[in-house]
């Protein structure tokens, strides 16, 4: 349901760094729910998955710290944004204390405010359910792009926030998708049953 921005400002707040200086599993699991921030448009975090860094053969820091993964070894909280499949950019919150490379990806988002822009983005969207259903859906929805490729969640234009009333959701795990190592790890986490995740996967 699509809520008028000021309103949405007014009943949440910007999730503090603390929030991303955990353990990555744990910042998935509990982005679920909150709302991605982008300008004038938000969507609710729906889907998600963990990446691991050094020990997981599917993260990007797997390989250690290179000229692009050097965000995901620093300071939590920053945005991790990437070019995929020549036309795709995803975006990743770092997590984990500084030193330990820990990311989620954003997999999937229910649209909140700013719908109307988010059509004109997409305009080959079927309907609100794929406006922001998938990695590469929602950061053009958003309008984000590499540019916002190693901003601060917590003071940029780029926030993730807490509604001041969360419902209680009931979280699915399945593996990843789309990738071909460590493709059985169980680090995918979607808001069971919500129509606006990416599509459904073997539990």
Not at 84 to 93: K, S
Request: glycine share 8%; with cysteine.
């Amino acid at each position: 349901m699509a809520i008028p921005f000021t309103q949405l400002l007014k009943d949440s707040a910007v999730l503090p760094r603390r929030f991303y200086s955990r353990p990555v599993i744990e910042v998935a699991r509990d982005c679920l729910g909150k709302i991605l921030v982008h300008g004038k448009t938000a969507g609710r975090i729906v889907e998600v998955e963990a990446y691991l860094g050094v020990n997981d053969r599917a993260a990007h820091a797997w390989r250690g710290i290179t000229d692009r993964t050097r965000i995901m070894f620093d300071e939590p909280g920053h945005a991790y944004v990437y070019f995929i499949y020549g036309m795709y950019e995803c975006l990743n919150f770092v997590s984990e204390p500084v030193g330990q490379a820990g990311c989620v990806l954003i997999r999937a988002l229910e649209p909140i405010a700013g719908i109307a822009t988010m059509r004109r983005r997409r305009p080959t969207a079927k309907g609100i359910e794929d406006l922001a259903n998938g990695p590469g859906k929602l950061t053009l929805a958003m309008g984000i792009t590499r540019k916002q490729n190693g901003v601060d969640l917590t003071t940029s234009p780029l926030q993730v926030r807490r509604p001041k009333s969360e419902p209680v959701i009931e979280i699915e795990v399945t593996p990843r998708i789309g990738i071909t190592h460590c493709a059985d790890w169980p680090l995918r986490f979607v808001i069971a049953g919500n129509r606006f995740a990416s599509r459904r996967a073997r539990t």
